[in-house]
């Protein structure tokens, strides 16, 4: 049986790996710009962290986890987000004793969701995503929005409407809770299954449900934005104050309830419609109780994660991989090991250089040097070692010229580099 990788675990392979590094490094600067530092945690946390976070009745905890068992120190979870494990390491190295606060950080991690494979949905896949550790202040929340719509437009990113709510706090939302399960319960058989198994546990969830015939029950029913609480309500005000100071447009959905448990007041969504059925490139907010949750401190914190995927499925550019700047074609076995410390050489000045690893003919070398797309060919033989010249052929311009051995780096230096 031939051997391949699981569903939903990707191959990225080198033509597109040129077109990650460009959105890693313009995230880097980007977020650089805005104070973010980066932060790498383990692929492997406890179960813990995610059930008592994210929540023990979401469906990334439910069903998507992959767990490994591990009876001596509690069963490993392969990491499902980045959230609870940034704000486990900011506790557990005591990070708010020795840095500014706000802490910002920002991670480019894989992810793992054992979740039902199709187009924009991996098992492994990778979010870049900012965590900003510390203050309650709507302000922050503003200008993490408004650094995501940066680096989009960075990579003119169109089309992406910004949907934003806010899902109020643990003092608001127990009542509004009531109040939404008393008007779904008059309808409470014609829900699908999910959202009646929700209803008890995690009524608000069923407000975005994607499901035509619970969308047309949810059409009327109470939202959280009639009934924040005093500090709810000045919160959210103020972020939309902030957000026009920053100049970002966006769109109420006062029905968007993200999928994560840990989410007060601020949640925003950018969706795509050239995305299809899996339309949100990235998705956030706050989440003031997370830390406590985990064991920590009080620990208020707003965060959002892109999906790298969905990101670079919008992206038009495609970009040439970096290409080899010079083969050289060996002719006879004598000529092999000058070839080799010419290419030390040639590579030792920075210029990107290939040769033949096999005896082969010249024809068939020069085929690879086509493929390679190389501006230049040394033709490296034992007559021209015993003139103590190489022939250097423009593959562009189809010429070519003898130049003596000791000049060849200056000379290619001079050519490739300009
Ligand atoms: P999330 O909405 O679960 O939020 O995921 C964020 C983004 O990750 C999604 O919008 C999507 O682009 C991408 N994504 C999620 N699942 C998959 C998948 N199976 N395949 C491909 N892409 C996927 C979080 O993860 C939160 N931790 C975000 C956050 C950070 N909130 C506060 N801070």
């Not at 680096?151 to 109020?168: A, D, P, R, T, W």
């Not at 030390?344 to 070398?365: C, F, N, P, V």
Request: with cysteine; hydrophobic share 40%.
């Amino acid at each position: 049986m031939k051997i391949q990788s699981f569903r939903g675990f990707r191959d990225i392979l080198p033509d597109e790996v040129a077109l990650w590094h460009t959105v890693e490094a313009e995230t880097r600067e980007l977020f650089g710009l805005y104070g973010y530092s980066e932060i790498r945690t383990p692929v492997l946390e406890k179960v813990e962290l995610f059930s008592r976070s994210v929540g023990e009745d979401t469906d990334i905890v439910q069903k998507e986890m992959y767990v490994i068992e591990n009876k001596r120190e509690g069963n490993m979870a392969l990491r499902p987000e980045g959230t609870a494990a940034v704000v486990r390491a900011y506790n557990e190295h005591n990070l708010a004793a020795s840095r500014p606060v706000p802490e910002k950080l920002y991670y480019i991690l894989p992810m793992f969701r054992h979740e039902r494979p199709q187009a924009g949905r991996f098992r492994q896949f990778h979010q870049l995503g900012a965590e900003a550790l510390g203050i309650d202040s709507p302000a922050i929340d503003a200008e993490m929005i408004a650094m995501v719509a940066n680096l989009l437009k960075k990579f003119n990113v169109s089309n992406i409407e910004i949907q934003l709510n806010s899902v109020g706090c643990k003092a608001c939302r127990p009542a509004y809770r009531e109040k939404l399960k008393a008007y779904l319960a008059a309808s409470y058989n014609d829900l699908c299954q999910d959202c009646q198994n929700r209803f008890e546990r995690n009524p608000m969830r069923i407000l975005d449900c994607k499901q035509e015939g619970c969308q047309r029950i949810v059409a009327a029913a109470p939202v959280m934005i009639d009934h924040y609480c005093q500090d709810c309500h000045i919160h959210f005000s103020e972020l939309q104050e902030y957000l026009g100071i920053w100049g970002i447009e966006f769109r109420m959905n006062p029905r968007m309830v993200r999928g994560l448990d840990y989410y007060v007041r601020t949640a925003f969504e950018f969706v795509s419609s050239s995305l299809g059925a899996q339309s949100a490139i990235l998705g956030g907010g706050r989440y003031d109780g997370l830390s406590e949750d985990i064991g920590g401190p009080h620990v208020p914190g707003v965060g959002f994660a892109m999906g790298i995927e969905r990101l670079i499925s919008l992206l038009q550019v495609e970009l040439p991989p970096k290409p080899i700047d010079v083969f050289i074609a060996i002719l006879g076995a004598a000529a092999r090991k000058p070839a080799i410390a010419l290419q030390r050489d040639l590579r030792q000045a920075g210029i990107r250089t290939e040769l033949e690893y096999q005896e082969k003919s010249l024809k068939s070398q020069m085929k690879k040097a086509g493929k390679l797309g190389v501006t230049y060919t040394i033709l490296l033989g034992e007559d021209e070692l015993e003139k103590g010249i190489a022939v250097v052929r423009d593959m562009v311009e189809s010429s070519q010229q003898e130049v003596a051995i000791p000049q060849l780096v200056e000379t290619l230096l001079h050519r490739v580099r300009g």
